[in-house]
């Protein structure tokens, strides 16, 4: 039997994907959290084998991101399987970097999302295609990759930061956020700091 924990702050959420995972002979939800504390707590006193990781759990809330981090630092840690309506670049990044096993989304069809589990549980890597078609596109020799850094400067650049603001967040110089501006623009083909946010949206880099 495998052994589920469901991190999503949605209660609606989690019990429909509880009905449906319970549904399944080899599948068993056995418990469930809305937030980094709880999440932590269920996963350490419950031992899943597979934690269902939202990256979305509201304003002012620890992400998914930072919760598959805090999770996969616990002594005999599951493995974890983000489930979630985002495939950004930046999304999809920060989850694998944290420790995800995989990535799917939530309009994937039930069977998938069975099998997307079966097959972390197994330590098998499980991704959505399009987040698949991300994550290739980013080696394609020649291409001109956005770099994890250069997201972050976007993700700032869409909030409305200027460069001191940006230099502050992200520990640089002005000089330094000078230069990754030069090096987005070149790679998205812009001029603006405007078109360079909006050339992200439209691309998939960072969330609307």
Do not use: W
């Amino acid at each position: 039997m495998i052994r589920i924990v469901l991190v999503d702050d949605h209660p609606v959420v989690r019990a429909g994907l509880r009905a449906l995972i319970d549904g399944q002979d080899d599948l068993c939800v056995v418990g469930e959290a809305d937030g980094l504390e709880r999440a932590v707590a269920v996963v350490g006193a419950d031992r899943p084998d597979v934690v269902l990781m939202d990256l979305s759990l509201g304003a002012g809330k620890a992400g998914g991101a930072e919760i598959t981090a805090a999770v996969r630092a616990l002594d005999g840690a599951p493995e974890v399987l983000v489930l979630t309506t985002y495939d950004t670049e930046s999304d999809i990044l920060r989850a694998l970097e944290a420790g995800a096993r995989g990535y799917l989304l939530k309009d994937a069809p039930p069977d998938e999302l069975f099998a997307g589990i079966r097959a972390t549980a197994r330590g098998d890597t499980v991704l959505a295609p399009s987040v698949a078609a991300t994550l290739v596109r980013r080696t394609v020799p020649g291409a001109a990759t956005i770099t994890e850094r250069e997201v972050e400067v976007l993700e700032l650049l869409s909030r409305g930061l200027g460069n001191k603001e940006l230099a502050r967040e992200l520990f640089v110089s002005e000089a330094t956020v000078k230069s990754h501006l030069s090096h987005i623009y070149t790679k998205l083909g812009v001029d603006t700091r405007a078109s360079a946010v909006a050339a992200a949206i439209e691309r998939r880099i960072i969330r609307a």
